[in-house]
Protein backbone atom coordinates (compact mmCIF):
# COMPACT_ATOMS: atom_id res chain seq x y z
CA UNK A 1 0.00 0.00 0.00
CA UNK A 2 2.49 2.43 0.60
CA UNK A 3 4.95 1.63 -2.81
CA UNK A 4 1.09 2.87 -4.27
CA UNK A 5 0.62 5.62 -2.38
CA UNK A 6 4.51 6.50 -3.02
CA UNK A 7 4.21 6.06 -6.57
CA UNK A 8 1.33 7.85 -7.32
CA UNK A 9 2.92 11.35 -5.30
CA UNK A 10 5.83 10.57 -7.74
CA UNK A 11 3.76 10.91 -10.38
CA UNK A 12 1.77 13.73 -9.97
CA UNK A 13 4.94 15.43 -9.08
CA UNK A 14 6.55 14.59 -12.38
CA UNK A 15 3.04 15.85 -14.08
CA UNK A 16 3.63 19.46 -12.06
CA UNK A 17 7.29 19.82 -13.17
CA UNK A 18 6.11 19.69 -16.81
CA UNK A 19 2.86 21.70 -16.60
CA UNK A 20 5.11 24.69 -15.02
CA UNK A 21 7.87 23.75 -17.76
CA UNK A 22 5.29 23.83 -20.63
CA UNK A 23 3.71 26.83 -19.44
CA UNK A 24 7.13 29.18 -19.28
CA UNK A 25 7.95 28.11 -23.03
CA UNK A 26 4.59 28.40 -24.77
CA UNK A 27 3.39 31.83 -23.40
CA UNK A 28 3.19 34.17 -26.27
CA UNK A 29 5.23 36.84 -27.21
CA UNK A 30 3.92 40.38 -26.97
CA UNK A 31 4.42 43.20 -29.44
CA UNK A 32 3.38 45.69 -27.53
CA UNK A 33 6.22 48.36 -29.23
CA UNK A 34 5.89 47.14 -32.81
CA UNK A 35 1.74 48.08 -32.10
CA UNK A 36 3.38 51.47 -31.65
CA UNK A 37 1.85 52.07 -28.17
CA UNK A 38 3.41 54.71 -25.70
CA UNK A 39 6.84 53.31 -24.82
CA UNK A 40 6.71 55.18 -21.46
CA UNK A 41 3.25 53.46 -20.59
CA UNK A 42 3.68 52.34 -16.67
CA UNK A 43 2.80 48.39 -17.03
CA UNK A 44 -0.50 47.49 -15.44
CA UNK A 45 1.25 45.30 -12.34
CA UNK A 46 -1.94 43.42 -11.52
CA UNK A 47 -2.71 42.22 -14.63
CA UNK A 48 0.94 42.22 -16.66
CA UNK A 49 3.66 40.32 -16.27
CA UNK A 50 7.14 41.88 -15.74
CA UNK A 51 9.29 41.94 -18.34
CA UNK A 52 12.16 40.09 -16.48
CA UNK A 53 9.79 37.01 -14.94
CA UNK A 54 11.52 34.85 -18.02
CA UNK A 55 13.97 34.68 -20.55
CA UNK A 56 12.44 32.89 -23.92
CA UNK A 57 15.32 31.10 -25.36
CA UNK A 58 14.95 32.59 -29.07
CA UNK A 59 14.22 36.73 -29.44
CA UNK A 60 11.83 38.15 -32.25
CA UNK A 61 14.73 39.67 -33.56
CA UNK A 62 16.40 36.52 -33.36
CA UNK A 63 13.32 34.50 -35.23
CA UNK A 64 13.34 37.50 -38.27
CA UNK A 65 17.11 36.92 -38.78
CA UNK A 66 16.67 33.36 -39.40
CA UNK A 67 13.58 33.99 -41.59
CA UNK A 68 15.35 36.53 -43.78
CA UNK A 69 18.03 33.42 -44.58
CA UNK A 70 14.75 31.36 -45.57
CA UNK A 71 12.93 33.24 -47.37
CA UNK A 72 14.11 34.41 -51.21
CA UNK A 73 12.79 36.80 -53.09
CA UNK A 74 12.90 36.98 -56.88
CA UNK A 75 13.69 40.79 -58.23
CA UNK A 76 11.90 41.40 -61.49
CA UNK A 77 11.95 44.46 -63.75
CA UNK A 78 8.68 46.02 -64.91
CA UNK A 79 8.83 47.12 -68.70
CA UNK A 80 7.49 50.31 -67.82
CA UNK A 81 10.72 51.24 -65.62
CA UNK A 82 13.16 50.38 -68.32
CA UNK A 83 15.44 52.35 -69.13
CA UNK A 84 16.83 53.22 -72.90
CA UNK A 85 20.06 51.66 -73.27
CA UNK A 86 22.99 54.10 -74.75
CA UNK A 87 24.17 52.62 -77.97
CA UNK A 88 27.91 52.29 -78.01
CA UNK A 89 29.33 53.01 -81.95
CA UNK A 90 32.57 54.39 -83.73
CA UNK A 91 32.89 58.11 -84.65
CA UNK A 92 32.22 58.59 -87.79
CA UNK A 93 32.10 61.47 -90.33
CA UNK A 94 30.71 60.68 -94.01
CA UNK A 95 30.49 63.39 -96.64
CA UNK A 96 28.47 63.54 -99.69
CA UNK A 97 29.34 65.43 -102.52
CA UNK A 98 26.55 64.34 -105.02
CA UNK A 99 24.03 65.74 -102.80
CA UNK A 100 26.32 68.49 -100.61
CA UNK A 101 25.03 66.99 -97.57
CA UNK A 102 27.65 65.90 -94.57
CA UNK A 103 26.70 64.17 -91.83
CA UNK A 104 28.53 62.94 -88.34
CA UNK A 105 27.32 59.95 -87.18
CA UNK A 106 27.76 60.36 -83.09
CA UNK A 107 25.91 57.34 -81.28
CA UNK A 108 29.05 57.06 -78.07
CA UNK A 109 26.68 58.83 -75.85
CA UNK A 110 23.33 60.79 -76.03
CA UNK A 111 23.61 62.33 -79.74
CA UNK A 112 23.03 59.71 -82.62
CA UNK A 113 23.67 61.82 -85.54
CA UNK A 114 24.16 65.21 -87.08
CA UNK A 115 23.68 66.25 -90.56
CA UNK A 116 24.30 69.70 -92.14
CA UNK A 117 22.92 70.28 -95.18
CA UNK A 118 26.18 71.66 -96.95
CA UNK A 119 29.33 72.19 -95.42
CA UNK A 120 30.39 75.16 -97.49
CA UNK A 121 28.13 78.32 -97.19
CA UNK A 122 28.38 82.28 -98.77
CA UNK A 123 28.05 84.79 -97.07
CA UNK A 124 24.07 85.60 -96.94
CA UNK A 125 23.52 81.94 -97.25
CA UNK A 126 21.26 79.55 -94.07
CA UNK A 127 22.61 76.30 -93.03
CA UNK A 128 20.14 73.71 -91.90
CA UNK A 129 20.97 71.87 -89.02
CA UNK A 130 19.73 68.64 -87.76
CA UNK A 131 19.93 66.49 -84.76
CA UNK A 132 18.86 63.04 -83.81
CA UNK A 133 19.63 61.79 -79.99
CA UNK A 134 18.89 59.02 -78.20
CA UNK A 135 17.00 60.62 -75.26
CA UNK A 136 15.54 64.46 -75.26
CA UNK A 137 18.51 66.79 -74.70
CA UNK A 138 18.62 69.28 -72.02
CA UNK A 139 18.72 72.99 -73.12
CA UNK A 140 20.67 72.21 -76.54
CA UNK A 141 21.79 75.79 -77.84
CA UNK A 142 23.81 76.32 -81.28
CA UNK A 143 26.85 78.38 -81.41
CA UNK A 144 27.61 80.02 -85.15
CA UNK A 145 29.68 82.83 -86.00
CA UNK A 146 29.14 84.07 -82.93
CA UNK A 147 25.60 84.37 -82.37
CA UNK A 148 23.66 81.68 -79.98
CA UNK A 149 21.14 79.54 -81.56
CA UNK A 150 18.02 77.35 -79.85
CA UNK A 151 17.93 73.81 -81.20
CA UNK A 152 13.80 73.04 -81.68
CA UNK A 153 12.44 69.32 -81.25
CA UNK A 154 10.56 68.86 -84.35
CA UNK A 155 9.81 65.01 -83.78
CA UNK A 156 10.49 62.37 -81.41
CA UNK A 157 13.99 62.51 -80.36
CA UNK A 158 14.89 64.98 -83.16
CA UNK A 159 16.07 68.57 -83.23
CA UNK A 160 16.77 70.99 -86.28
CA UNK A 161 17.46 74.69 -87.00
CA UNK A 162 18.22 77.09 -89.36
CA UNK A 163 21.30 79.21 -89.23
CA UNK A 164 22.50 83.09 -90.77
CA UNK A 165 25.30 83.65 -92.38
CA UNK A 166 25.72 87.60 -91.86
CA UNK A 167 26.40 89.56 -95.60
CA UNK A 168 29.67 90.96 -93.95
CA UNK A 169 31.58 87.44 -92.56
CA UNK A 170 35.04 87.25 -93.50
CA UNK A 171 35.06 84.06 -96.01
CA UNK A 172 37.81 80.99 -94.27
CA UNK A 173 37.10 78.29 -92.29
CA UNK A 174 34.88 77.94 -89.17
CA UNK A 175 33.60 75.73 -86.25
CA UNK A 176 29.93 75.51 -85.04
CA UNK A 177 29.66 74.26 -81.49
CA UNK A 178 26.38 72.11 -80.00
CA UNK A 179 26.50 72.92 -76.37
CA UNK A 180 23.83 70.68 -74.25
CA UNK A 181 23.76 68.75 -70.60
CA UNK A 182 24.42 65.16 -70.28
CA UNK A 183 22.87 64.43 -66.95
CA UNK A 184 24.06 67.96 -65.57
CA UNK A 185 27.39 67.68 -67.07
CA UNK A 186 28.13 70.35 -70.20
CA UNK A 187 28.96 68.75 -73.19
CA UNK A 188 29.89 70.30 -76.24
CA UNK A 189 30.77 69.06 -80.28
CA UNK A 190 32.05 70.48 -82.35
CA UNK A 191 31.21 70.78 -86.66
CA UNK A 192 33.85 72.21 -89.24
CA UNK A 193 32.14 74.62 -92.01
CA UNK A 194 33.63 77.11 -94.46
CA UNK A 195 32.30 80.84 -95.78
CA UNK A 196 32.81 81.73 -99.07
CA UNK A 197 32.06 85.40 -101.03
CA UNK A 198 28.49 85.60 -101.25
CA UNK A 199 29.19 87.18 -105.24
CA UNK A 200 27.40 90.28 -104.66
CA UNK A 201 26.94 92.89 -107.09
CA UNK A 202 29.20 96.06 -107.04
CA UNK A 203 27.06 98.72 -108.74
CA UNK A 204 27.49 101.92 -107.03
CA UNK A 205 24.04 103.79 -106.15
CA UNK A 206 25.50 106.88 -105.10
CA UNK A 207 24.43 108.78 -108.60
CA UNK A 208 20.74 107.07 -108.11
CA UNK A 209 20.35 107.64 -103.71
CA UNK A 210 21.91 110.91 -103.94
CA UNK A 211 19.56 113.15 -102.83
CA UNK A 212 16.87 111.09 -101.01
CA UNK A 213 18.39 110.66 -97.54
CA UNK A 214 18.67 113.88 -95.28
CA UNK A 215 19.89 113.67 -92.17
CA UNK A 216 16.57 114.12 -90.83
CA UNK A 217 15.06 111.03 -92.73
CA UNK A 218 18.38 109.25 -91.36
CA UNK A 219 17.48 109.86 -87.92
CA UNK A 220 13.82 108.59 -88.64
CA UNK A 221 15.26 105.29 -90.94
CA UNK A 222 16.95 104.30 -87.25
CA UNK A 223 14.09 105.20 -85.25
CA UNK A 224 11.70 103.28 -87.11
CA UNK A 225 13.95 100.54 -86.90
CA UNK A 226 13.05 100.29 -83.12
CA UNK A 227 9.37 98.83 -84.37
CA UNK A 228 11.30 95.92 -86.19
CA UNK A 229 13.62 94.87 -83.58
CA UNK A 230 10.36 94.68 -81.23
CA UNK A 231 8.76 92.56 -83.75
CA UNK A 232 11.68 90.05 -83.93
CA UNK A 233 11.01 89.48 -80.40
CA UNK A 234 7.80 87.92 -80.87
CA UNK A 235 8.73 84.32 -81.45
CA UNK A 236 6.44 81.27 -82.20
CA UNK A 237 6.50 78.08 -80.01
CA UNK A 238 6.23 76.12 -82.72
CA UNK A 239 7.50 76.08 -86.21
CA UNK A 240 4.92 77.77 -88.81
CA UNK A 241 5.80 77.49 -92.23
CA UNK A 242 6.06 74.44 -94.14
CA UNK A 243 8.76 73.76 -97.52
CA UNK A 244 10.02 75.64 -99.75
CA UNK A 245 8.76 79.62 -99.92
CA UNK A 246 7.14 80.92 -103.16
CA UNK A 247 7.86 84.70 -104.66
CA UNK A 248 5.50 87.06 -103.21
CA UNK A 249 4.40 88.76 -105.90
CA UNK A 250 5.29 89.12 -109.27
CA UNK A 251 7.86 91.85 -110.81
CA UNK A 252 11.01 92.54 -112.06
CA UNK A 253 14.16 92.18 -110.00
CA UNK A 254 15.42 96.30 -109.43
CA UNK A 255 17.37 95.46 -106.31
CA UNK A 256 19.83 92.84 -105.25
CA UNK A 257 20.55 91.40 -101.44
CA UNK A 258 23.95 92.70 -100.69
CA UNK A 259 24.41 95.64 -103.03
CA UNK A 260 26.59 98.22 -101.20
CA UNK A 261 24.78 101.41 -101.24
CA UNK A 262 25.95 105.28 -100.83
CA UNK A 263 23.88 108.32 -99.77
CA UNK A 264 24.07 111.70 -100.28
CA UNK A 265 28.35 112.46 -100.59
CA UNK A 266 29.21 109.55 -98.12
CA UNK A 267 26.71 110.55 -95.76
CA UNK A 268 25.57 107.13 -94.83
CA UNK A 269 26.00 103.91 -96.48
CA UNK A 270 25.30 100.26 -95.82
CA UNK A 271 24.67 97.32 -98.24
CA UNK A 272 21.15 96.25 -99.17
CA UNK A 273 19.69 93.75 -96.86
CA UNK A 274 16.70 92.46 -99.64
CA UNK A 275 15.19 91.91 -102.89
CA UNK A 276 13.68 94.98 -104.37
CA UNK A 277 10.59 93.36 -106.92
CA UNK A 278 9.42 96.42 -109.01
CA UNK A 279 5.80 96.74 -110.56
CA UNK A 280 2.60 98.39 -111.05
CA UNK A 281 1.19 100.47 -107.75
CA UNK A 282 -1.67 97.59 -106.47
CA UNK A 283 -0.20 94.49 -107.59
CA UNK A 284 -1.24 91.95 -105.22
CA UNK A 285 1.33 90.32 -102.93
CA UNK A 286 0.89 87.16 -100.78
CA UNK A 287 2.17 85.16 -97.92
CA UNK A 288 5.30 83.13 -99.39
CA UNK A 289 4.54 80.35 -96.38
CA UNK A 290 2.68 79.99 -93.12
CA UNK A 291 3.15 82.28 -90.29
CA UNK A 292 1.33 85.16 -87.78
CA UNK A 293 1.86 88.35 -88.61
CA UNK A 294 3.84 90.12 -86.00
CA UNK A 295 3.72 94.13 -87.31
CA UNK A 296 1.39 95.78 -89.71
CA UNK A 297 2.16 99.31 -89.44
CA UNK A 298 2.39 102.43 -91.28
CA UNK A 299 5.60 104.18 -90.83
CA UNK A 300 7.55 107.45 -92.34
CA UNK A 301 10.76 106.45 -94.31
CA UNK A 302 9.60 102.92 -94.58
CA UNK A 303 5.99 103.20 -96.03
CA UNK A 304 3.14 101.01 -94.86
CA UNK A 305 5.13 97.40 -93.61
CA UNK A 306 4.53 93.85 -92.39
CA UNK A 307 6.79 91.35 -90.65
CA UNK A 308 5.61 87.63 -90.67
CA UNK A 309 6.73 85.73 -88.45
CA UNK A 310 7.77 81.82 -89.26
CA UNK A 311 8.79 80.34 -86.25
CA UNK A 312 12.38 79.48 -85.31
CA UNK A 313 13.00 83.55 -85.02
CA UNK A 314 12.16 83.21 -89.13
CA UNK A 315 10.66 86.58 -90.55
CA UNK A 316 10.17 88.14 -93.21
CA UNK A 317 9.23 91.79 -94.32
CA UNK A 318 7.11 93.68 -96.90
CA UNK A 319 7.85 97.88 -96.94
CA UNK A 320 6.44 100.71 -99.34
CA UNK A 321 3.42 98.90 -99.41
CA UNK A 322 0.21 100.71 -100.92
CA UNK A 323 -2.39 98.82 -98.77
CA UNK A 324 -2.22 96.58 -95.54
CA UNK A 325 -5.00 93.68 -95.85
CA UNK A 326 -4.02 91.99 -92.56
CA UNK A 327 -3.65 92.90 -88.64
CA UNK A 328 -1.18 92.15 -86.10
CA UNK A 329 -2.23 88.61 -84.87
CA UNK A 330 -3.13 87.53 -87.98
CA UNK A 331 -2.12 84.03 -88.65
CA UNK A 332 -1.71 83.46 -92.49
CA UNK A 333 -1.23 80.70 -94.65
CA UNK A 334 1.05 80.13 -97.80
CA UNK A 335 -0.28 82.40 -101.03
CA UNK A 336 -2.97 84.38 -98.54
CA UNK A 337 -3.59 87.48 -100.12
CA UNK A 338 -1.62 90.32 -97.73
CA UNK A 339 -1.58 93.41 -98.90
CA UNK A 340 -0.84 95.78 -102.46
CA UNK A 341 2.41 97.07 -103.27
CA UNK A 342 3.07 100.64 -103.60
CA UNK A 343 5.36 103.62 -103.26
CA UNK A 344 5.12 104.65 -100.06
CA UNK A 345 8.06 105.87 -97.72
CA UNK A 346 11.41 106.60 -99.11
CA UNK A 347 11.58 105.18 -102.45
CA UNK A 348 12.53 105.88 -105.92
CA UNK A 349 9.56 104.21 -107.55
CA UNK A 350 6.83 101.31 -106.81
CA UNK A 351 8.44 98.45 -105.51
CA UNK A 352 8.43 95.42 -102.89
CA UNK A 353 10.98 95.45 -100.70
CA UNK A 354 11.00 91.90 -99.52
CA UNK A 355 13.63 90.86 -97.09
CA UNK A 356 14.33 87.35 -94.52
CA UNK A 357 16.01 87.65 -90.90
CA UNK A 358 16.81 85.05 -88.64
CA UNK A 359 17.45 85.61 -85.53
CA UNK A 360 18.26 89.18 -86.06
CA UNK A 361 20.79 88.70 -88.74
CA UNK A 362 19.30 89.63 -92.91
CA UNK A 363 20.08 86.71 -95.06
CA UNK A 364 19.41 86.66 -98.64
CA UNK A 365 16.06 85.82 -99.99
CA UNK A 366 17.07 83.71 -102.97
CA UNK A 367 17.99 80.97 -100.98
CA UNK A 368 14.70 80.30 -99.60
CA UNK A 369 13.03 79.51 -103.41
CA UNK A 370 12.74 76.23 -104.22
CA UNK A 371 16.34 75.75 -106.66
CA UNK A 372 17.80 78.72 -104.78
CA UNK A 373 17.65 80.16 -108.14
CA UNK A 374 20.42 82.25 -109.73
CA UNK A 375 18.71 86.07 -109.87
CA UNK A 376 20.00 89.26 -111.45
CA UNK A 377 19.10 92.63 -111.97
CA UNK A 378 16.01 93.49 -114.40
CA UNK A 379 15.07 89.68 -114.53
CA UNK A 380 11.01 89.06 -114.41
CA UNK A 381 9.94 86.66 -111.79
CA UNK A 382 6.69 85.17 -111.50
CA UNK A 383 4.60 84.74 -108.51
CA UNK A 384 3.01 80.71 -108.45
CA UNK A 385 -0.38 80.10 -106.37
CA UNK A 386 1.16 76.93 -103.95
CA UNK A 387 -1.98 75.00 -104.66
CA UNK A 388 -1.44 75.38 -108.66
Not at 69 to 83: G, H, N, P, Y
Request: charged fraction near 25%; charge should be negative; glycine fraction near 6%.
Amino acid sequence: MGSVVQRVRSLLSFLFIVACFTSRFNKPFEYNVLAADPIDKEPNKETETPSNAYEPSISLERRLERSSRVIEFKRTLSTETLQPVMLRLDYEIRSFDATKTSAVSLTNGLIQKITMDKDTYHQGEIAKLNVMVVLPLEDPKINFLYQTYDLYPVAHNTYNTVLAVPMNTEPGDYKMTLRYQDKGEPKKLEMPFTVIPGGFSEEDTADLDISILTEETLEMLKYEGNYFARAYSRNPDSILYDGDFIWPCSGTITGLFGTPRRYNKDLDEWSHKAVDIGNVVGTKVYAPNHGVVVMAKNLEVHGKSIVIAHGQKIYTIYVHLDSICVETGDKVKKGQFIAELGRTGLCTGPNLHWGFVVNRIHVDPRYWIKGEPEIKKGQWIQYKNPED
